[in-house]
DNA sequence: CAGTGTGAAGTTGTTCACAGCA
DNA sequence: TGCTGTGAACAACTTCACACTG
C-alpha cells in the first residue's frame, strides 16, 4: 500500500442519487447472479421506472464508465456500488428499543450485504432483557455505557417510544456514536457533528392519503 | 347533504410539504395536550429544525390562517391538519406479510390515531394463519380474494419477501387496491391507476452511511 | 415590532439536446 | 444506429426580502 493516500475526494452527492443507489446494487446483483455481463443505462432506467439520464448520471458518481452500445459491466457497477455504499467494509451499530420494530430490523436479512452489523440490542424490559434476536443479544439499556465504550460503535438506531427518545439520544451522543437512525417520530437535539438520519413512517402513510385524496378528486 | 359538492378543489400540494404535515400535527397535538392555545411558525421552526419561512408556507396548505403577532390557533391547525392528512376518515388496509415487519406495522400505536387501520393480515406460513396480532386476524393468503371483495379496501400494505412482492402486488390489484404501500426492495409493476409508495429502508441506510463517508473525508 | 403572507431570487435536482463513439 | 456522457434548459423546492397587520 502506498503512502499517498488512495482515497480519492469524496465528491458531495447529491441525497436522491444516494438513495436510489441501493435500487441499482439489487437490480445489478440480481443480474450478476444471472450472469449478465452488460447492462445499459436505459435498460436500468425501464426496470426501476426511472429517466435514463438520470441512470446515467447517478452511476457516473461510482467512477466507472460505459461502453457506447453496449452498457456498463455489470460485475464492475456491482462492485463499485458496494464499494460507494460502504457495503463492504462493516459498520457495526447498536439498538436501543428492541420491540416490534426494532426485532424486524434485527431480523432484517438484507443488512447482512449492506455493510450494516447489529451487534448488540437494549431496553429496559426485563422480559427482553438476557434474550437473543436472531443471535443478537438484548442487554439492559443500562450496560450500554460501558459496552459501548469498549466497542467502538459509530451507529446507534433508535427504535423506542417517542417519550424515551431523546434521552436514549444523549445518551447514544455521550458514549461517542456518530450517526443516529431514528426511527421514533420525535425531532432530536443532539451536538452538529452527529449525525441524525430520520426514518418517519407517517411521512410515508402521508404521501399515499394524499395520493389517494388527490385521485378522488380526480 | 347538498347536491353542490362542498369538496374545494384539491390542489396540488408539493411532497416535501406533505412529508411534513405529519410532524407539524404531531407537534401540535402535544402542544394541544399542554393545553397551549397559540403556536408561532418561527417556534414551530424552531422545534422541528426547519425555515421559519417554509413553516409558514406548509402550513397556508392547510387554509388556516394565522395571527400577527400571535400566531396559529393549536386547536384549529390540529384539526385542519387532521384534515388534510385524512386522519378524520379511516382507511382500511390490508397487509401482506405477517413477517416482522408486518407484525411491527401491525402493532404500531400510532396509525390508531392516523385514519389507518389495519382490518386483516395475510401470509403463507402455516403457524401465522389463524394467530392474531394485536387483534388483528391473520389468514391464508388464498382467502384474501374472498375478503377483499366483500369489504371494500383501499390501501394493501406489502411486507413480504422480495421475490413474493410482485405476484402479491398483482393479487392486490386484481382486487381492486387502489394503493400499494411497498416495503419489499422491489420496483412493482402496476396498472397506471394504482398507486404506490416504496419505502425502502435501504435508501435511509444508504444516507446515513454516506454522510458518516463525508464526515471522515472532511 | 414580532409575526403573517407572498412574490422574487436562489438552489437543487431532473430532463432535454446533442456531441462523440463503436 | 443505440448508447454514453455532458452542458444547457427546465422544474421543483427553499430561502430571502419586504409589505402588511394588530
Not at 446494487?25 to 443480474?31: F, P, Q, S, T
Not at 457506447?68 to 459498520?91: C, I, K, Q, W
Not at 455505557?145 to 455521550?174: C, E, K, N, Y
Amino acid at each position: 500500500m502506498n503512502a499517498i493516500s488512495t482515497d480519492r475526494i469524496v465528491q458531495p452527492v447529491p441525497e436522491p442519487t444516494v438513495r436510489r443507489m441501493p435500487s441499482y446494487l439489487n437490480l445489478l446483483r440480481e443480474m450478476l447472479r444471472r450472469e449478465e455481463q452488460f447492462v445499459s443505462a436505459p435498460a436500468i432506467a425501464k426496470l426501476l421506472h426511472l429517466d435514463p439520464t438520470q441512470v446515467v448520471k447517478d452511476l457516473s458518481y461510482t467512477g466507472i464508465s460505459g461502453k457506447p452500445r453496449v452498457g456498463y459491466m455489470v460485475s464492475e457497477l456491482v462492485l463499485a456500488l458496494e464499494d460507494f455504499l460502504g457495503y463492504n467494509r462493516t459498520h457495526e451499530a447498536f439498538l436501543v428499543g428492541a420491540g416490534y420494530l426494532g426485532s424486524a430490523l434485527i431480523q432484517y436479512q438484507g443488512f447482512r450485504e449492506s455493510g450494516l452489523k447489529i451487534v448488540a440490542a437494549f431496553d429496559i424490559d426485563k422480559r427482553k432483557v438476557g434474550s437473543e434476536i436472531a443471535g443478537v443479544p438484548v442487554f439492559h439499556l443500562e450496560k450500554f455505557r460501558d459496552l459501548a465504550s469498549r466497542l467502538h460503535i459509530s451507529i446507534g438506531i433508535l427504535t423506542t417510544p417517542a417519550p424515551a427518545a431523546q434521552s436514549v439520544a444523549d445518551l447514544m451522543v455521550g458514549w461517542g456514536i456518530k450517526a443516529i437512525w431514528n426511527f421514533a417520530p420525535v425531532p432530536l437535539i443532539v451536538p452538529e457533528h452527529v449525525i441524525v438520519q430520520d426514518t418517519h413512517i407517517y411521512a410515508n402513510l402521508a404521501v399515499i392519503l394524499n395520493k389517494l385524496k388527490q385521485a378522488k378528486a380526480v
